[in-house]
């Protein structure tokens, strides 16, 4: 699905999981070079996480608990949401956006770290 805006090339790419198929939820973590993050940061797309870092947290949990409750009895999710955990600060951008069919994504671009969290899911 497109959301509406086009990342550059990243230098490296960890597909944390990938479910596939009609409907594919994943969660990918992108690692830039300084120029490509300042096209990121150009984007008009993003919120600034500031002093709402407690509404990041909530958007990303409920992302958790939704797939896990689609995937029960599957403990790797979250092992691997500890392992990987989508990490931020007040400097950093998120974008979220949801579809009629409650297909939504969370990206969270960490300007530091230039590092780009991509959790989505469809139905």
């Not at 960890?14 to 300042?38: C, L």
């Given at each position: 699905m497109n959301w509406g805006f086009d990342t550059p090339p990243a230098e490296k790419v960890?597909?944390?999981?990938?479910?596939?198929?009609?409907?594919?939820?994943?969660?990918?973590?992108?690692?830039?070079?300084?120029?490509?993050?300042?096209q990121l940061e150009q984007l008009h797309i993003w919120?600034?996480?500031?002093?709402?870092?407690?509404?990041?947290?909530?958007l990303i949990n409920g992302y958790k608990?939704?797939?896990?409750?689609?995937?029960?009895?599957?403990?790797?999710?979250?092992?691997?949401?500890?392992?990987?955990?989508?990490?931020?600060?007040?400097?950093?951008?998120?974008?979220?956006r949801k579809q009629e069919d409650g297909s939504y994504i969370v990206a969270v671009l960490n300007v530091d770290q230039r590092r780009l969290y991509t959790l989505e899911i469809f139905f």
């Open positions: 960890k597909s944390v999981f990938y479910n596939g198929g009609r409907d594919p939820d994943y969660y990918y973590i992108s690692d830039y070079d300084e120029e490509a993050v300042q919120n600034k996480v500031g002093d709402n870092s407690d509404g990041i947290h909530a608990e939704q797939i896990q409750q689609l995937y029960q009895g599957h403990v790797r999710y979250g092992k691997l949401f500890n392992k990987y955990p989508v990490e931020f600060n007040q400097d950093s951008l998120y974008f979220t």
